[in-house]
């Protein structure tokens, strides 16, 4: 596939140059240094996130033989810029990140696998309880119950695949207008599991999430923020990796990830925490639809 076109994605990551000054950069010569992994925070609880990316990277460690650290991110654009400048080397990235990471990276960028799920990714509209809105088939029906209601309406972060770019391309597509244009105020949280908890308190009337990240919520809050909508299904999430780690590491890498499973406590973890079976392997060419909606000029924000 010919190299993705750079100049968009690069106005809107415009701290990459910081970042690319940094003095360590990984080479096969230096093939016994320490991995970093990182990964977008979609998830609003950032302890949780190290402990869990940790057991990942502690993990990938004992499987290659070297040390691999989980570095947090504070946002997605800073997980992009630090995989593709050299100071992470694996990067956990939902399905825009792994298009903007392509288009900074062409052919330096590697999938190392996703999960059972993500071939067949979904989001939820769901809505705070106490408004009463009823499940409609499509958001077109949604539009109409909308209508001079004062609704409000939240997405997540701005870069998340299933938490924004999906659920505003649906919603285009099935009523024929914008969130922007139905409802009172949009906003945008920064994590699903701050949607659901701002819907179910009532700060939001409605709001996009990623399923999975609803289905592990607690009985309480899935009572309070209701499901009224699920998306038609869409490719999602990969772990990612630089390409000059060398063949024979990826390789390994991709093993160790296809070998986790409920039989052992670090698998256990990983994959409960990432609502997964299994990790399966992946073609970056799967992500491709998502350089046409980059540049498509829909707002993803940085």
């Keep these: 596939m010919t190299r993705p076109t750079r100049r968009r994605l690069l106005q809107g990551f415009a701290g990459a140059a910081t970042l690319a000054a940094a003095p360590w950069v990984y080479s096969a ?13 979609d998830d609003g609880d950032a302890d949780r996130m190290r402990e869990y990316f940790g057991v990942l990277a502690e993990y990938l460690g004992e499987a290659v033989g070297r040390p691999v650290e989980y570095m947090h991110v504070q946002n997605y654009a800073a997980s992009v810029t630090a995989l593709a400048t050299g100071r992470a080397h694996v990067a956990w990235l939902g399905a825009v990140t792994t298009a903007q990471a392509w ?6 960028l590697a999938v190392l696998g996703c999960r059972d799920i993500d071939k067949g990714f979904v989001t939820y509209f769901i809505a705070h309880r106490e408004a009463g809105i009823e499940p409609v088939a499509d958001l077109g029906e949604l539009v109409q119950a909308a209508e001079g209601s004062g609704w409000t309406f939240t997405f997540g972060s701005r870069s998340s695949t299933s938490s924004h770019l999906m659920p505003r391309k649906f919603f285009m597509d099935e009523s024929g207008t914008t969130p922007e244009a139905v409802f009172r105020r949009v906003a945008y949280s920064g994590s699903h599991d701050v949607v659901m908890q ?5 700060s939001y009337t409605l ?10 919520a607690s009985d309480e809050l899935k009572a309070r923020a209701p499901i009224v909508y699920r998306t038609p299904p869409f490719t999602n999430y990969a772990l990612t990796a630089r390409r000059d780690l060398g063949d024979a590491l990826l390789e390994q890498l991709r093993a160790a990830l296809f070998a986790l499973d409920d039989g052992s406590d670090a698998g256990r973890r990983i994959l409960g925490y990432l609502g997964a079976g299994a990790f399966i392997p992946a073609e970056l060419s799967e992500w491709s639809d998502y350089l046409e909606l980059l540049e498509s000029g829909i707002d993803i924000g940085g």
């Design 29 to 41: 010569s230096r093939s016994r240094e320490r991995l970093i992994i990182t990964a977008i925070p």
């Design 198 to 202: 701002m819907v179910a308190q009532g």
């Design 103 to 108: 288009q900074l990276m062409g052919d330096e």
């Design 207 to 216: 709001g996009a999430m990623n399923y999975a990240s609803w289905d592990r």
